[in-house]
């Protein structure tokens, strides 16, 4: 902490190989492709590469990421299914070549590139249950699927498979697999329209982690999406987005009590860590994460306030959390904080977001 100051987010890499192995072992015969929206940090990229992952890139500053880190652009797809011409390019220059579309304007961006592009046709199912819903922003209605499927085939552009991202965080996998079974459909229906083989599903992320509240084991979780796919037509690849599972657990932050105030009979504690920072998924990712002080205090929890730093009025971590009294320069951690945390933070009010520190980059006994 002398070393590094405060605020910091630390990030554990033996944590995201633990979640990168559990999940491989609970969709085995599914290619995990990282999004690194979540966490991207070109360490944790490279960690996941050692572990034998797959990459899912939506945006110009990811491929140049990936790039930097010397991933192979075989091992990447480009998920985002609205593009401009330079971000095609940008991608292509690289020489990723899986892209995905939703709509017949999209596929026409891609004549130019028909002989050296394979594109997923993304296909909207709504999960109610998600703590964030993309099918609304994203994806075709499975009606639609076919007749777009031939509209890219006449224009001479392949679509290889189809893909979905049913929302991240859901509570089950009842979603995923229900789409997999629509998709399932479909892929048949393509081959009795004589369309190309439909030979890639990709099931997308989604798969929760625990926060305040813990979420389904994630065997337990999987188990609906692995019976799915056992019902698919036979020699189909099907890949999967995660985000969250992978780097969500891995990450910590640890914040310092800058001052206290005593408000109508309970502490306000600020600290230099809070809503436009670390803590901004509350915000955008509907997240609450455990907090919890880092040396243990005597003498009796009591509702309290933890504010951030900045002079909005927002900016409040959490109201009535029990706490040990504490005071100006006791430290605090936050946990389950490696996704959707530091990749949205900004430095409003010029408090500086936290430094982040990666350990255990190297396995141990390497
Ligand atoms: C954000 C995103 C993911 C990752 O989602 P998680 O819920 O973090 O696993 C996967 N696929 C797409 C298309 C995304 O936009």
Same mark, same amino acid.
């Given at each position: 902490? *002398?070393?590094?100051?405060?605020? /910091? /987010? #630390?990030?554990?890499? !033996?944590?995201?190989?633990?979640? @990168?192995?559990?999940?491989?072992? =609970?969709?085995?015969?599914?290619?995990?492709?990282? *999004?690194?929206?979540?966490?991207?940090?070109? +360490?944790?990229?490279?960690?996941?590469?050692?572990? &034998?992952?797959?990459?899912?890139? *939506?945006?110009?500053?990811?491929?140049?990421?990936?790039?930097?880190?010397?991933?192979?652009?075989?091992?990447?797809?480009?998920?985002?299914?609205?593009?401009?011409?330079?971000?095609?390019?940008?991608?292509?220059?690289?020489?990723?070549?899986?892209?995905?579309?939703?709509?017949?304007?999209?596929?026409?961006?891609?004549?130019?590139?028909?002989?050296?592009?394979?594109?997923?046709?993304?296909?909207?199912?709504?999960?109610?249950?998600?703590?964030?819903?993309?099918?609304?922003?994203?994806?075709?209605?499975?009606?639609?699927?076919?007749?777009?499927?031939?509209?890219?085939?006449?224009? &001479?552009?392949?679509?290889?498979?189809?893909?979905?991202?049913?929302?991240?965080?859901?509570?089950?996998?009842?979603?995923?697999?229900?789409?997999?079974?629509?998709?399932?459909?479909?892929?048949?229906?393509?081959?009795?329209?004589?369309?190309?083989?439909?030979?890639?599903?990709?099931?997308?992320?989604?798969?929760?982690?625990?926060?305040?509240?813990?979420?389904? *084991?994630?065997?337990?979780?999987?188990?609906?999406?692995?019976?799915?796919?056992?019902?698919?037509?036979?020699?189909?690849?099907?890949?999967?987005?995660?985000?969250?599972?992978?780097?969500?657990?891995?990450? #910590?932050?640890?914040?310092?009590?800058?001052?206290? =105030?005593?408000?109508?009979?309970?502490?306000? @504690?600020?600290?230099?860590?809070?809503? @436009?920072?670390? #803590?901004?998924?509350?915000?955008?990712?509907?997240?609450?994460?455990?907090?919890?002080?880092?040396?243990?205090?005597? &003498?009796?929890?009591?509702?309290?306030?933890?504010?951030?730093?900045?002079?909005?009025? %927002?900016?409040? %971590?959490?109201?009535?959390?029990?706490?040990?009294?504490?005071?100006?320069?006791?430290?605090?951690?936050?946990?389950?904080?490696?996704? @959707?945390?530091?990749?949205?933070? +900004?430095?409003? !009010?010029?408090?500086?977001?936290?430094?982040?520190?990666?350990?255990?980059?190297?396995?141990?006994?390497?």
């Amino acid at each position: 902490m *002398a070393r590094f100051g405060s605020p /910091l /987010l #630390f990030i554990d890499c !033996n944590i995201i190989r633990r979640q @990168y192995r559990t999940l491989a072992a =609970a969709l085995p015969g599914v290619e995990l492709h990282y *999004a690194l929206k979540p966490q991207p940090h070109a +360490t944790v990229v490279k960690v996941l590469a050692a572990e &034998g992952a797959w990459f899912d890139l *939506a945006t110009n500053g990811e491929v140049d990421l990936v790039r930097t880190a010397g991933i192979a652009p075989d091992r990447c797809i480009h998920t985002h299914p609205i593009k401009r011409d330079q971000d095609i390019r940008r991608a292509l220059d690289y020489g990723i070549t899986t892209f995905v579309f939703d709509n017949p304007d999209e596929i026409f961006k891609f004549t130019p590139y028909r002989e050296r592009v394979r594109l997923l046709l993304r296909l909207a199912y709504r999960s109610t249950d998600a703590m964030v819903d993309l099918s609304r922003k994203f994806g075709c209605d499975p009606e639609a699927a076919i007749a777009l499927v031939a509209t890219a085939a006449r224009a &001479g552009v392949t679509v290889s498979g189809l893909t979905f991202h049913v929302g991240s965080q859901v509570g089950t996998a009842d979603a995923h697999a229900r789409a997999i079974e629509v998709c399932g459909v479909l892929i048949s229906e393509a081959v009795a329209h004589g369309l190309p083989p439909l030979e890639v599903l990709d099931i997308g992320g989604g798969f929760p982690i625990d926060y305040l509240q813990p979420a389904q *084991a994630i065997e337990e979780f999987c188990l609906p999406i692995r019976v799915a796919l056992a019902g698919l037509p036979k020699g189909i690849r099907v890949i999967s987005e995660p985000g969250r599972y992978i780097c969500g657990p891995a990450g #910590f932050c640890l914040t310092t009590v800058m001052g206290r =105030a005593m408000r109508e009979g309970r502490w306000w @504690y600020y600290l230099d860590d809070g809503i @436009y920072g670390s #803590f901004s998924g509350q915000l955008y990712d509907h997240s609450r994460y455990p907090v919890e002080p880092v040396a243990p205090h005597a &003498g009796p929890k009591q509702p309290c306030v933890l504010a951030g730093p900045t002079c909005d009025s %927002i900016d409040v %971590i959490a109201e009535d959390i029990p706490m040990p009294e504490l005071a100006a320069g006791d430290l605090l951690m936050g946990r389950q904080m490696g996704a @959707y945390t530091n990749a949205t933070a +900004t430095d409003f !009010n010029f408090f500086p977001r936290a430094h982040m520190l990666i350990v255990n980059a190297t396995p141990a006994g390497d």
